[in-house]
């Protein structure tokens, strides 16, 4: 099984959630992609990490790593990206590699320890943070959002459960490509331009929702983590940033981790990131688009910081087993535009932040990807975290996943190259 394109792929509270904004180039991303944001109460103190508990086995048979195959992974798409970097962690073996050049203009290598935006992947946080809150009696899953963000969706919206908005069964419309720019020169001129959340919600409600009955159909979209952001926002009275700051990033040490509100550049050692812009006389220029406004999706990790991230949300030391067990509950519904070819069959494949996938192996993985405009980065592992998969990827063809060289990677990582 092959990853494949969804049909789709942050005064008073109020008041600073509407002043917390997303950036254009991310939304322009999310638009191009097919796979990638009441009354507040007092704040509580961020919960502490739990104890870590062992991870069942799952009896997947992982072939060894093949250095040469994931290498081979990693350099096989030269016409269309400038950089790579992956982490392969476990008990089942390590390996780290590289390819390209973090940058065009002197050559320089990739680091190993390079940082990168992170795109979709910050659902998951934001899931998580969800989850927490949930967790701490703050929040009903089963009840309708409406109940603690009134005024935000229209009056002839039903009732949209909480849970909805995190396993992409919320019925919300998505942003469309009249939105926001979507060409290259469009996205290098408004690159730093941002927005609120609740415009963006706003802008999103106007189009037709993709089906009637929340929680009867799957289809991946940006519009319910909008509206989660926010509803992290009203019930903590703090931005959604520093919510995964100081609930996540600090307690679990991820210090090379940031999930910046207003910064545009990329602290320490990275990988520019590029968009390749059509020329009059035809061809086309690599522009460097490192440089963003932060928003939604605008958090900034590494390969190690992720791995250790995953690793803690799977041993359960950031939620307990009653919302622990949200991460792993896949709805039994059908996937709007599914096929037999998706993750999914035809069938729901995103839990609460995350993506399931069976590989043609047999070996299941559960993880996210995640795109920007000069960036694209996963994360994947074994439920049992015998085998974990970190990369990030450098595309120059502008926003979304680039799905070959993704499943090159995923296969190199976690299938036997050989095929035997």
């Known amino acids: 099984m092959t990853l494949q394109p969804s049909s789709s792929d942050a005064g008073t509270t109020a008041t600073a959630a509407r002043r917390r904004r997303v950036p254009v180039a991310a939304l322009a ?70 390819y390209g050049t973090a940058d065009v203009t002197t050559g320089a290598p990739v680091p190993v320890d390079g940082r990168f935006r992170l795109g979709s992947v910050t659902k998951t946080f934001i899931a998580t943070v969800v989850l927490q809150l949930a967790a701490e009696d703050r929040v009903d899953l089963d009840q309708p959002v409406q109940r603690y963000l009134p005024n935000v969706l229209p009056d002839s919206y039903p009732p949209i459960p909480v849970r909805t908005l995190l396993n992409f069964t919320s019925s919300l419309p998505e942003l469309t490509a009249d939105d926001l720019p979507t060409t290259p020169d469009g996205i290098v001129e408004h690159r730093f331009d941002d927005h609120p959340l609740a415009e963006l919600v706003a802008k999103a409600v106007r189009h037709e929702r993709p089906f009637s009955d929340p929680g009867r159909m799957q289809v991946y979209g940006a519009t319910g983590y909008y509206v989660a952001a926010m ?49 009059p006389a035809g061809g086309t220029q690599l522009v460097d688009i ?31 087993p009653t919302e622990q067990a949200e991460l792993f509950d896949v709805p039994d519904v059908p996937y709007l535009g599914g096929t037999d070819h998706d993750p999914g069959h035809g069938r729901a494949y995103y839990s609460a932040g995350l993506l399931r996938a069976t590989l043609p192996n047999g ?10 405009f000069g960036y694209t980065d996963g994360m994947f592992t074994t439920r049992d975290l015998r085998r974990r998969l970190t990369y990030s990827f450098n595309p120059t063809t502008g926003g979304g996943n680039d799905l070959a ?3 090159r990677i995923l296969s190199a990582t976690f299938t036997d190259p050989t095929g035997h």
């Open 363 to 372: 070996v299941t993985v559960w993880g996210k990807t995640g795109s920007t």
């Open 405 to 407: 060289l993704v499943n």
């Open 290 to 320: 490192t440089e963003q406004n932060p928003g939604a999706g605008g958090m900034v990790s590494t390969t190690a910081d992720l791995d250790r991230f995953l690793t803690a949300l799977f041993r359960g030391r950031l939620l307990p």
């Open 29 to 98: 991303c999310a638009v191009l992609t097919a796979v990638t944001l009441g009354t507040a109460v007092p704040a509580v103190a961020a919960p502490a990490t739990r104890a870590a508990v062992s991870v069942e086995h799952t009896g997947d048979q992982l072939p060894d790593l093949s250095p040469k195959a994931l290498q081979q992974a990693l350099s096989s798409a030269p016409d269309r990206v400038t950089g790579v970097l992956a982490r392969v962690s476990g008990p089942d073996g390590h390996w780290t590699g590289t």
């Open 231 to 279: 509803l992290v926002e009203n019930l903590t009275g703090h931005p959604y940033q520093q919510e995964i700051t100081t609930r996540i990033v600090q307690p679990l040490h991820l210090r090379d981790t940031t999930a910046p509100e207003t910064g545009t550049t990329i602290p320490g050692p990275h990988s520019h990131g590029y968009i390749a812009v059509p020329q």
